[in-house]
């Protein structure tokens, strides 16, 4: 999953997602537009979508972090085949 911002209307569910290091404004799963800040993003939903009553404030939406980064390996793990001394 990735990093977005959600806000459930009577018109459908609205989404801002980090789509790489742009963000992509959504209505259900139909794209509304590209942008380069979730708060450019959050505007053209607001002029595009009046009647949904969405807030004009990103805090005010349901944020879901995207995955958190996969741990490194182990360093000191032994290679197949190979015998720790010691």
Do not use: C
């Amino acid at each position: 999953m990735l990093a977005q911002y959600v806000y459930p209307s009577k018109l459908g569910l609205f989404r801002i997602v980090r789509h790489g290091h742009r963000w992509r404004s959504l209505l259900g799963e139909r794209e509304q537009g590209r942008h380069d800040t979730a708060e450019s993003a959050l505007d053209d939903l607001l002029g595009a979508w009046p009647a949904a009553r969405l807030p004009s404030q990103l805090n005010r939406w349901r944020y879901l972090p995207g995955p958190a980064a996969a741990p490194a390996r182990r360093a000191h793990k032994a290679m197949p085949g190979w015998r720790l001394a010691g």
